[in-house]
């Protein structure tokens, strides 16, 4: 149907103009096609803000969403800057994900005011590609900031939520002013015909999006370039993950 | 209240000498040097091995001699020591705090109103100085105290290190003896004959019968040290340092004012290092106020800059830390630490620019202390908690480390004990109890063992870290080690241990 379509395209133009998000964003896409295939525009939105953060108890310790927010980072072209309150990131482990330690300044401010100043800070220079900031709480105020001072400057922000106890977890709900907002889970990895590891898998979950439709995927984590992968169980079963909810 | 830290170096004269090499050591003999007072040659400087013979400053070259057949003798050369002591007190200037002064004959002042933070606080600081110091073979004594005064006296009449706190200067002066106070010779010789031995005795009585004996020095110099009189130091401020400087007809305090006159300054200054083809690496600002009280404000740079709107940035974030009083009534600014900087080509047709990043770790230095903005190299080390070092944001980065085994996104700051059921020798457990939960282990690899580094402690010559991977049937991954090889006791205690989290 030509005509409604372009009706679309044109109540989308308006809706985005009236949003103030008129230019065309460039995107970052995953190069797995079944989740390209549901971010709105084909990717993940660059110079935003966007928000990760790790599932049951992967909300403490974030590493997953660590993982992930370094294989984003590391596909973007330049230097990152990765703010901290807790310094027990393991750079040898980043460079696993993609980011090797001649692309990432690190900054161990004291509280986390200071790491909301120092990411508003990165945004802002505009000489940064990515600029990750590992917070807990992120009001609607501060997260307004820091999405503004991103679009400024085309620099992607990613707010990585880290907090110190699962029941603190629960801030996740409100909401910000972040582009996404994604949950990464680690799940049980494919077993292997003889003893040891796989590759790790993440279920990973767009909880929220601006104009797009929350989903979850069963992807395997960060390979050696940043990538994630689509495990071959998956990929070939008929009914393909997100159609599953239509059959539930 | 100001903090001042004094630094009083007995050896001086001694000690300047054996660090220019022209001077053999102590042990080839005493050695004295020799000064002109009035007629008399005497000694104005022994070494230690002469102090111990009984020798001493003030005492007749020709008894010395006398005394000691196999003496050494130099000619005293006071100019070059105030000269080398300016030297060093520049030195400190450029590293622990924008006002320095000398205070002769032996002895540097340093006001350390609110670096101390800087340092890691006030006792840290005092060890730094004391450390590098003692490092370069110069004999030391320090103190801290609230005035000029007080910390004078205590670096050259107690102990090593003194810090005397906040409000306590009245306790710390009153055992001195009463050469502690700066007064002439005979002023302290009239006052022992009058029965007084200590600040304390002085502190007790009345002072008009004292000023009318003594004169009003007497009593200045005791406000002067208990802080109810005030005593400025001047900083000091070498010829060859690009400063600039501005005076105000009427006092400023508002943020903006002060802002504006940080361009004017900044716009000076560059000027200056422009002339000389430098940039600056260390910027001290100095306000003063009305009440002749000084406002320091040090900024660092990680790189040579003279780009004035990039300085000015920088200042104008420390406006809030600065206390405006009554009014500042002058400000300088001056580039404390200053290096060349050419100009130099950019990018070519060929290439496109790298992004600068230089001002952006400036603010963010400035912002949250130069220690806390670093990146990570790489350490040659199989110990995981040895193979990362932080170092300098502008730093070259080799290439990163060896990729044969997965590596965690998080290790703990030490690694946590925890409980585990495991077969003996080199079985993953079968679950693990971490931080009150436990985890069955649903899959595992390992172990990678790692050797303890024998050459670098004694204590690791047989260690073993046996490491394993696992993974619980939820899918988190953890890295966990067993402290020993599984079957000699000698190689660890054969505990658990997690040390990672792997995303």
């Given at each position: 149907m030509p005509a409604s379509a372009a009706t679309l395209t044109a109540l989308r133009a308006r809706i985005a103009d009236l949003s103030g998000d008129a230019q065309a964003r460039a995107v970052l896409p995953f190069g797995v096609a079944d989740l390209d295939r549901r971010l709105p525009q084909g990717g993940l939105a660059l110079g935003c803000l966007h928000e990760v953060a790790g599932g049951a108890g992967g909300a403490v310790d974030g590493a997953a969403a660590a993982c992930f927010a370094a294989g984003i980072a590391a596909r973007l072209p330049g230097q990152v800057l990765w703010c901290v309150?807790?310094?027990?990131?393991f750079a040898p482990g980043l460079a696993q994900a993609g980011?090797?330690?001649?692309r990432v300044i690190h900054v161990e401010a004291g509280d986390e005011a200071s790491v909301l100043a120092c990411m508003e800070e990165g945004l802002r220079h505009g000489g940064l590609s990515a600029v990750v900031a590992e917070v807990g709480r992120l009001s609607m105020t501060a997260s307004r900031r820091l999405h503004l001072a991103a679009k400024g400057t085309g620099t992607t922000g990613i707010a990585l939520r880290r907090w110190r106890a699962v029941a603190e977890a629960a801030d996740f709900g409100q909401p910000t002013a972040s582009m996404t907002r994604w949950q990464v889970s680690e799940i049980p990895s494919a077993a292997l015909p003889v003893p040891g590891l796989g590759r790790a898998r993440w279920r990973v979950a767009l909880v929220r999006a601006r104009a797009g439709e929350p989903f979850d995927l069963e992807l395997e984590a960060c390979d050696g370039t940043g990538h994630l992968g689509l495990p071959a169980d998956v990929a070939d079963r008929p009914a393909a993950a997100g159609r599953r909810y239509a059959f539930m | 209240m100001a903090r001042v830290i004094s630094v009083c170096l007995p050896m001086w004269p001694i000690d300047r000498l054996r660090r220019a090499g022209d001077t053999p050591s102590c042990d080839d003999g005493p050695l004295i040097l020799a000064g002109r007072t009035s007629n008399r040659r005497v000694i104005t400087a022994a070494c230690a091995r002469a102090r111990s013979l009984g020798l001493g400053p003030g005492m007749p070259v020709s008894k010395a001699q006398a005394l000691v057949p196999d003496l050494r003798v130099l000619q005293a050369d006071p100019r070059g020591d105030l000269a080398a002591l300016e030297r060093l007190a520049l030195w400190l200037m450029q590293r622990f705090a924008p006002i320095v002064a000398v205070d002769p004959p032996e002895g540097v002042v340093i006001d350390a109103t609110g670096t101390d933070h800087l340092h890691g606080g006030e006792a840290a600081m005092l060890d730094a100085i004391l450390g590098r110091l003692t490092l370069s073979g110069i004999t030391a004594t320090i103190a801290m105290a609230d005035t000029w005064g007080a910390a004078h006296a205590l670096a050259r009449h107690a102990g090593a290190v003194t810090i005397a706190p906040p409000g306590t200067a009245r306790e710390a002066l009153a055992p001195l003896p009463l050469a502690a106070l700066r007064l002439p010779p005979a002023t302290v010789a009239g006052l022992a004959d009058m029965g007084f031995q200590t600040v304390g005795d002085l502190m007790a009585v009345p002072r008009a019968p004292l000023t009318r004996r003594f004169g009003p020095e007497v009593t200045r110099r005791l406000d002067q040290a208990l802080g109810l009189s005030g005593e400025p130091i001047d900083p000091l401020r070498p010829a060859d340092l690009a400063t600039s400087r501005r005076a105000f007809a009427e006092p400023i305090a508002a943020t903006e004012t002060i802002a504006r006159q940080i361009g004017r300054l900044v716009g000076d200054l560059c000027a200056q290092l422009e002339s000389r083809g430098m940039g600056a690496r260390r910027l001290d600002l100095i306000c003063w106020r009305v009440d002749s009280a000084a406002q320091p404000v040090r900024v660092g740079l990680a790189a040579p800059q003279r780009d004035p709107a990039r300085l000015t940035r920088l200042l104008c974030d420390k406006?809030?830390?600065?206390?405006?009083g009554f009014g500042i009534e002058i400000m300088t600014l001056t580039a404390t630490l200053a290096e060349p900087l050419a100009p130099r080509q950019r990018a070519t047709l060929l290439e496109p620019e790298a992004p600068d990043v230089t001002g952006l770790i400036d603010v963010l230095a400035n912002r949250v202390g130069a220690a806390a903005v670093f990146r990570i190299a790489p350490v040659a080390s199989e110990v995981p908690e040895r193979s990362v070092a932080r170092v300098a944001p502008l730093s070259a980065i080799p290439e990163g480390w060896p990729d044969h085994w997965p590596r965690p996104a998080r290790l703990l700051p030490r690694p946590e004990p925890i409980e585990t059921m495991a077969l003996l020798p080199d079985q993953a457990p079968h679950w693990i109890a971490w931080r009150g939960s436990r985890h069955r282990v649903a899959r595992a690899d390992g172990p990678e063992r790692i050797f303890g580094e024998w050459w670098k402690r004694e204590a690791e010559t047989r260690a073993v870290r046996d490491y394993f991977r696992v993974e619980d049937e939820s899918g988190r991954r953890f890295w966990i080690f067993r402290q020993g090889d599984g079957e000699d006791a000698s190689t660890g205690s054969h505990r658990w241990f997690l040390h990672g989290v792997f995303g």
């Open positions: 309150t807790r310094a027990d990131l980011l090797p330690p001649g | 406006i809030p830390s600065i206390d405006p």
